[in-house]
């Protein structure tokens, strides 16, 4: 006996259990990150005037703009993914997911010269609560990044993706729930880059 | 499965997938231009935050499929929405609201 | 498919699989159940030590009082140390724990007829983070620094830089993540399984106050996990959040960046303690209306409202939590705002209690033991409650926060308040979870001499706070003129609070010994109306029923004219 609503929808929901799940999840993450932006207001309104500006311009911009085009990039490529094997085509799928882990990994390699950059300066989260919001919040949204891959992999090598030969429904809806997922990570960064780069 | 994902519904949708690819690549360099502009430190906070939000909502409709998502997932969403805006404006207006001795 | 009573997929699990990584909701929930029992015994302890140095200041503790160094007696950062983990312990592994891992995982699937939870292994990772989150914070105890001491609050500056802090901390993130996941399963439970038949307007009303305590859970827990990582964050990587520039500390001025802010931790901590209190007191109103409606042989009185008041109170309890910041020079403006929503969130409270007590006129009342403890909790309760308007008045509370008042009011609440409906929970399940029936003399002698004790500790501290004894105080108020008045009642709470101790005995020999020779219970010992009551006791492991539950009825339909039995059943064609 297993749970139902895995595969089939509720009929008076709609849905099935992991779109839900996944939603509810997301929600919870909104909050998370929420908090962490109520933060930088609240720091940005206590510190003196102009001193976000003036540690902001330690930023590179470009390079946060071409890590916000990769991440976009991801999102399209596992939307992708999922669009593949919806239409029955596995090695596009893999195609597909391994792209998405590529840019993930494009991500986190710019984002690590960008921390080496800063700590090469002597600048640390310590040094002022700029930095400290920034590091914060740019490495939770790594560590979703690197939670994000890990799953991905999983999917992609055949120790996860072997479902598809018995159970193509079930996984999936097991990517889709990986993509929205994805796409909340993208969009964490869609704001966080004006925010921390550009004001 | 549902109706939603027969083919040739999955090949529109991949139609639309590219244009909002489009679309938030055009919206980023706007960003960053934007920017560049010389407006005032609030009228740049309400810009950048427009055009993130519309990147956003590109986004969350089309990629997560909002758009055509059920009630029960749009109104979790409308709570959550309503709380992170009491969480993000109401310490906010408490601290500008203080008492100053 | 053939008839649930056969379990194919589960026939050879080892012991391991069976007994602790089982995905079983029940075994889960009885798992959540004997750990915070444990954990509620322990802090408990914490609190008999420190109320026996109240009542008698500089005298040795008695048995343990060798593990507070060479006096016996308790230095002032023990005695924090000691009132910081009785908090946390008591609300993040006890009572929450309690109500919604054990109570939840155990009863919500069986009274909407499913199977299991939604995500049954995602349900096991929920209580192993709750179980390490545990041990990590008792461990806190016997590092060298010790546990953490800066109050459940955790207010910086004190807190960045107190000892115990850490551990404290990284617990959280964990109890955290258990909380997380786990309400995220009970939503997407409750949404998903429910059984044919079983519309929202049919559910019991413990199924709707766990619904709502989930999305309390979900939206309010993050923000406080977000302020964790920025406290460790200033404790182990020199950041300052939470830290003012300026600071002075033992004489000297600390050297951080500064410009950070302590109102922000409060903000985001109260941001989530606040519907924390609706977590721990939602559950409880819902067991109570289970219990009640049962041995008062009628529908619960209000039904609809009470639902729509729950739901309205879980809202609210987002848009209060800065009556917890009175003090901290908020403007006028936001005070008159957060006092507004105060007061309006007391309205569905009154709405649900007063329901209950209405739900008992005109009952066949039966004073069982879940009946005794589930009727006391309607006054304790209303104490708590009263006592909780001059708190949320921003005049008054200038006077009373931080005093005893404080403490009184939200012990009435959580202790013969959510302990006590916890405890009628206890007797009104057993039989469904072990398939034995509890003794009930021993469940009298549980219940009386506990009424009294908890009254015995919890109403003198109206008394010490109204003369402006601050709470947090490890002389109990002995170095201040103004409670001189008041400090006899130390000893008298200090009494009672034993004597409650020893209250408990009788229960736990119930506990244990009906688990072996109880009287056999049968399938519906109480002739209850709701969904759970249809399964075997003990239910199936796994399938929890042995036939098809469809439902045919509301939750409460006790006493309806004309029907052959007092109750139909929900289940029943």
């Known amino acids: 006996m297993e749970v139902p609503y895995i595969v089939k929808e509720r009929e008076d929901t709609g849905l099935i259990n992991s779109k839900l799940g996944i939603w509810v999840f997301l929600a919870s993450e909104i909050m998370l990150f929420g908090g962490l932006f109520s933060a930088y207001i609240f720091l940005r309104l206590a510190a003196a005037p102009g001193e976000f500006a003036h540690w902001s311009a330690e930023l590179s911009v470009p390079l946060a703009t071409v890590n916000t085009l990769v991440l976009i990039s991801s999102s399209v490529s596992m939307v992708m993914a999922w669009a593949s094997l919806k239409l029955n085509d596995f090695p596009k799928y893999r195609m597909y997911m391994g792209i998405t882990l590529l840019c993930a990994l494009i991500f986190l390699v710019i ?32 560590i979703h990044i690197i939670g994000g891959m890990i799953v991905m992999l999983y999917f992609w090598l055949p120790v996860g993706s072997k479902m598809w030969d018995s159970q193509p429904e079930h996984f999936a809806n097991r990517v889709e729930a990986l993509g929205l997922y994805w796409h909340f990570v993208d969009l964490v960064w869609i704001f966080l880059f004006p925010v921390l780069y550009l004001l | 499965m549902s109706s939603d994902h027969d083919i040739s519904s999955i090949q529109d949708h991949i139609r639309v997938y590219l244009i909002v690819f489009g679309a938030l690549a055009v919206l980023t360099i ?62 906010l207006i408490s601290y500008t609201d203080q008492v100053h001795i | 498919m053939s008839s649930k009573s056969h379990n194919h997929d589960y ?93 939840g995982n155990y009863i919500v699937p069986l009274q909407i007829g499913a199977i299991d939870m939604a995500f049954p292994k995602l349900n096991a990772a929920s209580y192993w983070s709750y179980f390490v989150g545990g041990v990590i914070m008792i461990s806190s105890f016997f590092m060298p620094e010790g546990a953490a001491r800066s109050g459940w609050t955790s207010y910086p500056p004190l807190s960045v830089f107190e000892n115990g802090q850490t551990f404290w901390l990284i617990s959280m993130i964990f109890l955290i993540t258990s909380s997380l996941l786990g309400s995220m399963n009970f939503i997407v439970t409750i949404v998903q ?153 007391s309205i569905p ?92 003399m021993l469940g009298k002698l549980h219940f009386w001499p506990s009424l009294i004790f908890m009254n015995g500790i919890f109403m003198p501290m109206f008394i010490q706070g109204l003369a402006g004894v601050s709470r947090r105080l490890a002389d109990g108020g002995e170095s201040y003129a103004h409670a001189s008045g008041v400090l006899q009642w130390n000893e008298f709470m200090t009494t009672s609070a034993f004597l409650l101790g020893i209250s408990q005995i009788p229960f736990i020999i119930n506990l244990i010994m009906s688990i072996f020779s109880g009287e056999k219970a049968g399938r519906n010992p109480w002739d209850s109306t709701t969904v759970e009551w249809a399964a075997p006791s003990p239910p199936l492991a796994h399938v929890n029923f042995d036939s098809e539950i469809t439902v045919h009825h509301s939750a409460y339909e006790y006493s309806v004219p004309d029907s052959k039995k007092d109750f139909i059943p929900q289940t029943e064609n």
């Open chain 1, 111 to 142: 984002k690590y010269f960008e921390y080496t950059g800063k700590f090469h300066h002597d600048i640390y989260p310590s040094s002022s609560t700029f930095m400290a919001i920034y590091f914060t919040l740019t490495g939770l949204h790594g």
């Open chain 2, 30 to 91: 706007v960003t960053v231009i934007a920017s560049y502009l010389e407006i005032s430190t609030s009228e740049g906070i309400f810009l950048a935050l427009i055009i993130a939000s519309m990147k956003a909502s590109l986004v969350a409709a089309y990629f997560m499929h909002l758009i055509s998502e059920r009630n029960t997932i749009i109104w979790i969403l409308l709570l959550t929405v309503v709380f992170f805006f009491v969480m993000l404006f109401l310490p």
């Open chain 3, 11 to 103: 026939h050879d699990e080892g012991f391991i699989r069976k007994y602790i990584f089982s995905v079983d909701h029940k075994v889960i929930g009885l798992q959540y159940g004997i750990t915070s029992l444990l954990f509620l015994l322990f802090g408990f302890s914490l609190m008999a030590i420190m109320r026996w140095q109240l009542a008698y200041p500089g005298t040795p503790i008695p048995i343990l009082g060798f593990l507070f160094g060479e006096s016996g007696t308790l230095a002032p950062e023990q005695y924090n140390s000691l009132g910081a983990m009785h908090g946390t312990i008591m609300v993040f592994l006890g009572v929450v724990p309690l109500a919604v891992g054990a109570f």
């Open chain 3, 193 to 345: 399984l429910r059984a044919p038949g079983l519309t929202w307007m049919r559910l019991p009303l413990f199924v709707w106050s766990q619904f709502v305590t989930s999305f309390l859970l979900v939206l309010a827990f993050p923000p406080l996990e977000a302020a964790a990582i920025l406290q460790l964050m200033d404790r182990v990587a020199g950041t300052s959040f939470f830290l003012p520039s300026g600071l002075v500390l033992s004489g000297e001025i600390v050297d951080v960046a500064g410009s950070g802010s302590p109102l922000l931790w409060q903000h985001l901590f109260w941001f989530l303690a606040h519907p924390e209190v609706y977590v721990l007191i939602l559950p409880a109103m819902g067991i109570v209306a289970e219990i009640l409606t049962n041995n008062t042989r009628k529908p619960l009185w209000g039904f609809k409202s009470i639902v729509y008041s729950m739901v309205f109170l879980g809202f609210c309890s987002f848009i209060v939590w800065a009556h917890h910041m009175f003090l901290t020079g908020m403007g006028q403006a936001m005070s008159a705002f957060f006092q507004t929503t105060t007061m309006i969130i």
């Open chain 3, 349 to 440: 409270s009154i709405v649900i209690l007063t329901s209950y007590f209405l739900s008992l006129w005109g009952g066949s009342i039966r004073f069982n033991t879940p009946m005794l403890f589930a009727l006391a909790f309607l006054p304790m309760f209303g104490i708590g409650g009263l006592t909780g308007l001059p708190l949320g008045l921003a005049a008054a509370d200038i006077y009373l926060h931080d005093t005893y008042y404080v403490i009184g009011h939200f012990h009435y609440v959580v202790a013969p308040g959510t302990i006590f409906a916890l405890f009628a929970g206890i007797y009104y399940w057993f039989p469904k979870i072990t398939g034995k029936k509890m003794n009930e």
